[in-house]
Structure formats: C-alpha cells, structure tokens
C-alpha cells in the first residue's frame, strides 16, 4: 500500500494527495505535524531534509513533490496527468516550475502580512511581490489560453501543481478576478472532489496562524 506523509496545511504535500485521489490510487495518510515530527529520526530516515510530502511505495522513499508526482505518472499511467505532445508537455513542465520558482516565492511576504509575522508590513517587499505575482498571473493566463486544462482538454500536473497555490491567492489579499481564464479555471478545479477533500478547514488555517504567532513571539522574546 502507498502511503503518503503529509501535513494538511502544506502545499506541497497537497499536490500529492490530489494526484493520488485523481488516480484513483489506494493510501494511506499519515499525518506530520510539521513543530517536530518532521526532525525524528524515524522521519529524517526517509527525508534527510525534513520535508513533506514523502512518498513511500513499498519499502521505496520519494521525496520532493514533483518527483513523487513523475514518479506516480510513471507506475499508474492512467488517468494520465501528462500529455505526450511536445508542446503541451512544455506548457505543463513551464507551469510546474513557474509557479514553485517564480510564483509561491513571491506569495511568501504576502503570508508573512496575513500572519502578522514581524517585516510583514514592509510596503516595499509587498509591491515588489504584488508585481511578481502579477507577471506569474498573465504568464499563466497566457498558457491557459482557451484550453479547460494546461495543456490538454484533461487535468494535468500543471494544474494540480497551480492549483494548490493560484486559488490561495485571495486568502492572502490578492484577488485575481480580473485574470478571467484564470479565474474561469480555478472555479473548474474547485468543483473537482480532489480540491474539495484537500481543501484546509478555515479552523486549520486560523489554529496555523496563531501556532505561527506564539513561535514568532517565543522567537523574539529569546532575542
Ligand atoms: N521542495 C520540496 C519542499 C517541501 C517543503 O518545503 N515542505 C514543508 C511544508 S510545505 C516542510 O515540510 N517544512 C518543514 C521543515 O522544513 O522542517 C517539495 O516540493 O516537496
């Protein structure tokens, strides 16, 4: 049996969990709270980096989300979340790397705002990520073109990998409403089980905050 070490607030592990739910796959989860599970021995054997998602498959560790993604394209190819046209598979390889190099990056100081943590309010790293995260969207939009998916008529790894990050964006006041294809396509993914099952509780993300809150200030009254 797969099983899949996660945290339900992580993006990274989501992706996983919604390939394997879109594959229709047999798992087990196991959740990892991330203030410490992540550094026991047991865990730092299967990833030295202390990371989630892993991916163990029989005895074989995956680490790295996009590698466990390839890696369960490759064993379960069907559905297939990949298209075979050169193309296509460009616009999906440039949507993956895209959003973990170019997009999520420049969410980090828009999260940092929401929670309040300390250099949040710098209007100077806001604007410059507003900006970054403006030119991700049109960069976006513009591979989507009029296709339902990136890509391909079907689901694909873009998506799944866009779609655990595009969507957050108004959570940490940043409406995209005005990215029309974007928009169009975020809705059809949120219609999908996999989104809906994934998706953090409210009551999740609040008890995140305020878990982030009480480190930030047990940090600065050691400093
Ligand atoms: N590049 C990795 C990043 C994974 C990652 O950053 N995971 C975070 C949660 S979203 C984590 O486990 N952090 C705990 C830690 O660094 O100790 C991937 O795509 O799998």
């Given at each position: 049996m797969l099983k899949l070490y996660h945290n339900h607030l992580s993006?990274?592990?989501?992706?996983?969990?919604?390939?394997?739910?879109?594959?229709?796959?047999?798992f087990d989860l196991v959740d990892v709270k991330l203030d410490g599970?992540?550094?026991?021995p047991e865990f730092l054997a299967?990833?030295?980096?202390h990371r989630v998602p892993v991916l163990v498959d029989d005895g074989f560790n995956v680490v790295e989300s996009l590698a466990i993604l390839d890696y369960l394209e490759?064993?379960?190819p069907s559905p297939s979340l990949l298209p075979t046209n050169?193309?296509?598979l460009a616009i999906v390889r440039m949507v993956e790397m895209a959003t973990v190099n170019e997009l999520v990056s420049a969410m980090n100081p828009l999260i940092?705002?929401?929670?309040?943590?300390?250099?949040?309010e710098d209007l100077q790293k806001l604007e410059q990520a507003k900006q970054k995260i403006a030119i991700g969207l049109e960069f976006l939009e513009k591979l989507l073109g009029d296709s339902p998916y990136f890509g391909s008529?079907?689901?694909t790894l873009a998506d799944i990998v866009a779609g655990c990050a595009v969507p957050l964006l108004p959570i940490v006041d940043f409406p995209f409403t005005n990215y029309q294809k974007l928009t169009a396509w975020s809705e059809r993914l949120m219609q999908r089980s996999s989104w809906q099952t994934t998706q953090p509780t409210p009551e999740l993300i609040e008890a995140f905050k305020s878990r982030m809150q009480t480190l930030m200030e047990q940090r600065q009254s050691n400093t």
């Open positions: 993006m990274n592990s989501r992706r996983v969990w919604i390939a394997l739910l879109e594959k229709k796959l047999d599970d992540q550094l026991q299967m990833n030295p980096f490759a064993k379960h050169p193309k296509d940092y705002k929401m929670m309040g943590f300390p250099g949040g008529e079907n689901l």
